[in-house]
């Protein structure tokens, strides 16, 4: 018999490896310290160009480390209310990744970290009692495409109403970020609204509503910042819908520190056809006490969130 060669034999090893830990991934679902080891739980062969997570859970929390391959999460992955983080070149959620909690705990954390793109058409989701954190950092683009959301919504079951905050998001991307789908941050009726912070190197859109409202604990805060142009389509809104005092908008377009490839930036508002979807009325849209802009103002009827907004020329 003519022995196989050092490559072959290689590949048969981390095939069978693959095997055997990935059978018993729905038994197991206990994350090891070897980040780079760890997506072998949930099906992805060491040997694979593109990786394709058809679901998984991990109630202690997981890292998952791809290196320079592309991953997609094609259906549910759940860690709890733990901590997950993920690393590769690029990242789609087709499906959904939660660290949720529905049972008056904290919601988790998710790290979501790639050397290229992340594209969410599904759901991303750290609500809980209060919301946790959802952090989104691209060197290239971040896609919130249509059907798509980000999540981190106080939710609290309690005789007494709903008093959990909303967390917070953090989208920190290399070039563009565009936003088609949903972000919910609103805390309940007796919290606040959670913090929204986007850095974008180029252009940021906004092209669907951003809900920050909260309660008694006040609206939530938004800072947007851009090393080219920021545009606004539709409402952001921190305003609170209990008698509790409004949030702050800060938007800044043309910062050179953050990126941008052409002199300056510009800042442009929802335009007068846009009308605000149901439970976002015009009421509680953005609006500026004082905006230091050359830029048209981020405004629409009756607001009462101050807002900041500069663009540099």
Do not use: Y
Not at 119 to 131: E, H, K, M, P, Q
Not at 159 to 184: F, K, M, Y
Not at 214 to 234: L, P, Q
Not at 266 to 295: E, K
Request: charged share 15%; with cysteine; hydrophobic share 35%.
């Amino acid at each position: 018999m003519v022995p196989g060669s050092p490559q072959r034999t290689t590949a048969l090893v981390f095939g069978v490896f693959w095997m055997v830990l990935s059978t018993t991934a729905a038994q197991a679902a206990v994350c090891g310290a070897d980040a780079t080891a760890n997506p072998i739980i949930f099906g992805c062969s060491p040997l694979a160009a593109t990786c394709t997570i058809t679901g998984g859970s991990a109630p202690a929390g997981c890292e998952l480390d791809f290196g320079n391959r592309k991953v997609t999460f094609t259906s549910g992955f759940d860690v709890g209310n733990s901590t997950l983080v993920v690393r590769a070149a690029q990242i789609q959620v087709t499906g959904s990744i939660k660290s949720r909690s529905d049972n008056n705990k904290r919601g988790g954390t998710i790290r979501l970290i790639a050397t290229d793109s992340i594209v969410v058409s599904g759901t991303v989701d750290v609500s809980g009692d209060s919301a946790g954190l959802l952090r989104l950092q691209a060197g290239g683009l971040i896609d919130l495409q249509s059907g798509g959301i980000l999540r981190a919504r106080g939710v609290e079951s309690s005789s007494t109403g709903n008093g959990a905050s909303g967390g917070t998001i953090e989208l920190v991307a290399g070039t563009s970020i565009t936003h088609r789908g949903t972000i919910d941050l609103g805390g309940g009726v007796g919290g606040g609204g959670g913090s929204l912070t986007t850095q974008a190197g180029t252009n940021t859109t906004f092209s669907q509503p951003v809900d920050a409202t909260g309660g008694a604990g006040d609206g939530g805060d938004i800072d947007m910042i851009a090393g080219d142009d920021i545009t606004i389509e539709r409402v952001i809104d921190v305003s609170s819908n209990t008698g509790g005092a409004s949030g702050d908008i800060r938007v800044r377009a043309g910062a050179d520190r953050v990126g941008g490839i052409k002199n300056g930036g510009a800042i442009s508002r929802p335009t007068a056809a846009a009308t605000p979807t149901p439970g976002m009325t015009a009421a509680r849209s953005i609006c500026p006490r004082s905006v230091q802009s050359p830029s048209p103002a981020l405004c629409a009827p009756s607001a009462r969130a101050p807002v900041e907004a500069a663009a540099r020329s």
